[in-house]
């Protein structure tokens, strides 16, 4: 990575936008043509806002001809407000890209909620008995996969909702389709579900976990699936031959999970470093296999992190508000944010360009970086 800023530049207060929500920041979403931005909260609204940055650091970038030195001046014009919904939800609601520029949001209310870009609330036919409080989209199938907690319920385009049929003792609250939308993951309290979904729904696989799988995510050709647990490390799975295994020794909840695309590692919060894994030599057997040493130690856990689409880094947020983006694979990080408000969420634009950022004091933010800075 190239860092040519000064050194005393913060660069989190130069290259981001942010504002302050009235509640802590649950979660962040892009849309999936990567023009808007979700805010979750834990209020129960949404905050929306454009992605395309009217002042980009390009723009604000000089070179010295005499020494060569980068500088960024601040920024100059005021940042136009967020969109704010009033509160769909008695917690933060889930949410997930929806069509080209919205978003699905289920509610308290147990409806499944269309939300534009400019903020205007739409319904669907999606609807429950009872809150919905996990939601998964897939768009190549058109279906949209969600959970009262308890039960499961599969929507397809114009077709009336159909519940899947699991053991009276279930309980879902993470739920993430197969990039192809053919088949459905999700956790059943105590361990994995997987489901066909494309023609008749069925069940292909199941695996115990020692708790609750927490947060759920594909790599993203499919054939790798990996669920933070509440307690006990992460779980992995192998599609291919149903192979799984549990990577445990954390010191906090591995509350995220996240695969990159460009050197098929996954990575788990949870730890004092960044902690990923090369799936050319999965921790099945020991929990060492396949380990990258990747940025530097620090003395808080890492508390959520993203994968760059497009290029082999990834960003980390810490609990004391530190923000890096480190080289897979390399000590060489690139620090962002120093220090502040814990860092709740984390997501990249389609594109790589766009860093988003939800913190426990309620700041949502948006990094915009000049590619100029990882060449």
Known sequence: MNQQTTQNLALFDLLARSWRRPAAVADVC?????????????????????????EPPEARIRVSGDLGQTTIRPREKPLAPLIASASLGDGDVPIVAYRSSGFLVGTSAGEATHLAPDGAIAPTPIKIDGPILAIAHGAPKAMTAFSDGHDVFLARANDEVVRLRQAASSSTHAIAFSPDANRLAFDSGNGLSI?????????????????????????????????????????????????????????SPVRTVCWSTQENTLFASGAFRIAGWSMAVPPFEHAASGALETGRAAPVPVETMAAHPVRSLIAAGYANGRITVAQIGSRDELVVKFSGSAITALAWSGDGQHLAVGMVDGTAAIVTFPAMLFK
């Not at 849309?31 to 949404?46: L, W």
């Not at 008749?200 to 927490?214: D, H």
């Open 30 to 54: 892009f849309s999936a043509d990567g023009s808007a931005i979700a805010f979750t909260s834990v209020d129960g609204s949404v905050a929306i806002g454009k992605v395309a940055d009217q």
């Open 195 to 251: 489901w066909a979904v494309d023609g008749g729904p069925g069940l292909i696989n199941e695996f115990s976990t020692p708790s609750r799988p927490a947060s759920i995510r594909w790599s993203y050709d499919g054939s790798w699936l990996a669920c933070g647990l509440e307690t006990g490390g992460f779980g992995l799975v192998r599609l291919s031959d149903g192979r799984s295994g549990v990577v445990g020794g954390f010191p």
